[in-house]
Each structure stands twice: as structure tokens, then as C-alpha cells.
């Protein structure tokens, strides 16, 4: 039987001698591995559609739960993402991120325009590619059920100012008397910076490396997952 789905490559495997298995995020299935074969032989046709960032409509065949990936018409392979190398790590911050979150066979349209708005402002704007790094973060980690909690003091809801402590274990955000044993301070700015992204603002690109580093500590403490692509980017902005 034959399947149609629009979806992006968000890694794979080298399979045999010249096939590979891939991730294909996809808008109507979620997460699926495919077959793909003969991809490694010089001059092979599909060759483009087992490529990371490979955004396309794919066509399947399909035996029970096996793919095997038959054709694909490229619909972006933001190809000039390796021009960059900020822009290349900043984008494979986010196919990591899915990589990782995106369990198999859970469909989230969320998550998936936000993967492709992401990739398309990191590869396509002239904004700071932080900006859009930092916006899908926090974004994305609300519909795995992560969120960060913006709302004020996580305890007494006043409004932060001066002086704010992160606690990972709520994701909140806390005020100088009600912070918990497991809070650390954060810098007032870094806070700003990730209500300034969330709400449209402008924001510095200092604080916006400050806001990845959080988030990083973030996603380390409690989903308790790596995402070395982004410790590579903070080494990279020489900063971690
Ligand atoms: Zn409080």
C-alpha cells in the first residue's frame, strides 16, 4: 500500500551498503522511521530526500508497520543553512530537540509548523538566529509538557523585578521570599530577555545566548535530556 506524508528528516542511520534508515518527522503521522534505499550509490535519484533538513512531500510503501521511502518532491531543503555555522548549529538544535521529544506515532501539528516556521526564520531572516532558536525552545518545550512558567512568582504570582530565582523542577520562576531550596538566581536580565522573546520584543544578543544557556540547564535538570547540539553552539559562542 502505498502513503503520502509531508515530512522533514530529522536524522538516520546508515543501513547494509548503501541504504539508510531515517527520522522522518511528519505533519499527519508524527514521528516515523523509513527504509530508503540505495541512497549511498553515486548518482542516486533520492539521494536528497535522506538528507537532515530534508522538508518534503514523501510517498511511502507500506507492509504493516514498514516504510520504504519510493519517491519524495522537495518542498525545502534549507540548503543555505551550511553556509553558516551559527545558523547551521541553530538548526540542528531544533531537529535535535524534535530527535529527541518527538516520540514515534504521536502526531503534533504543533510541534510541526513549529519545527518548519523555526528552520524557516533561522535559514531565511536576517534576525538574530538566537531569536528564533530561543522562541522555538521555549515554545516547543510547552507542547511536550515542559512549559516555563512566565506568569510572575511561581508561589505568590507578584510581579518579578530585581532580583529573580529559577527552580527547574517547577519551571518557575520565584520572588527573593518565596524562592525554594532548589532555586538558583538567574539574572533579572535573562528572565526580561525570555519574556521580551515570548511577548515580540526586541532583545539583545548577549541575553539571548544568557536565555540559551538557561534553557539548556533547563532541559538538563528536568526532562533530564541532553541536547549537545545547543552545548555545542554555547562552546561555539564561547560563552559556556
Ligand atoms: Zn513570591
Known amino acids: 500500500m502505498e502513503e503520502k506524508l509531508s515530512g522533514i528528516v530529522v536524522g538516520g542511520v546508515n543501513y547494509g551498503e548503501s541504504d539508510k534508515i531515517l527520522n522522518i ?3 499527519e503521522q508524527g514521528m516515523v522511521s523509513a527504509k530508503i ?5 553515486a548518482g542516486a535519484k533520492l539521494k536528497f530526500a535522506s538528507e537532515p533538513f530534508c522538508f518534503a512531500e514523501y510517498v511511502f510503501s507500506k ?5 520504504t521511502v519510493i519517491g519524495a518532491s522537495l518542498i525545502d531543503s534549507f540548503y543555505s543553512l551550511r553556509e553558516d555555522v551559527y545558523k547551521f548549529y541553530a538548526g540542528s538544535v531544533v531537529l535535535e530537540f524534535v530527535r529527541k521529544f518527538q516520540k514515534e506515532n504521536i502526531v503534533s501539528e504543533k510541534l510541526f509548523n513549529l519545527t518548519i516556521e523555526a528552520l524557516k526564520d533561522i535559514t531565511y531572516t536576517d ?8 522562541k522555538f525552545l521555549v515554545l516547543a518545550l510547552e507542547e511536550i509538557g515542559y512549559a516555563l512558567d512566565f506568569t510572575g512568582c511561581f508561589e505568590c504570582g507578584c510581579k518579578l523585578k ?7 523542577n517547577f519551571g518557575g520562576f520565584f520572588c527573593d521570599e518565596c524562592k525554594t531550596d532548589h532555586c538558583r538566581e538567574i539574572n533579572f536580565s535573562t528572565y526580561q530577555s525570555l519574556l521580551g522573546v515570548i511577548n515580540g520584543e526586541q532583545v539583545l544578543s548577549n541575553n539571548l545566548v544568557k536565555c540559551l544557556r538557561l534553557i539548556n540547564f533547563y532541559v538538563e535538570n528536568k526532562p533530564e535530556e541532553k541536547i549537545k547540539t545547543l552545548t555545542e553552539l554555547l562552546n561555539l559562542l564561547n560563552i559556556v
Do not use: E, H, I, N
Open 25 to 27: 518527522f511528519t505533519l
Open 37 to 41: 534505499k540505495g541512497v549511498k550509490k
Open 63 to 67: 507492509s504493516g508497520d514498514r516504510r
Open 127 to 134: 534576525a538574530d538566529y538566537k531569536y528564533s532558536l530561543v
Open 162 to 168: 530585581d532580583r529573580v530565582f529559577f527552580d527547574y
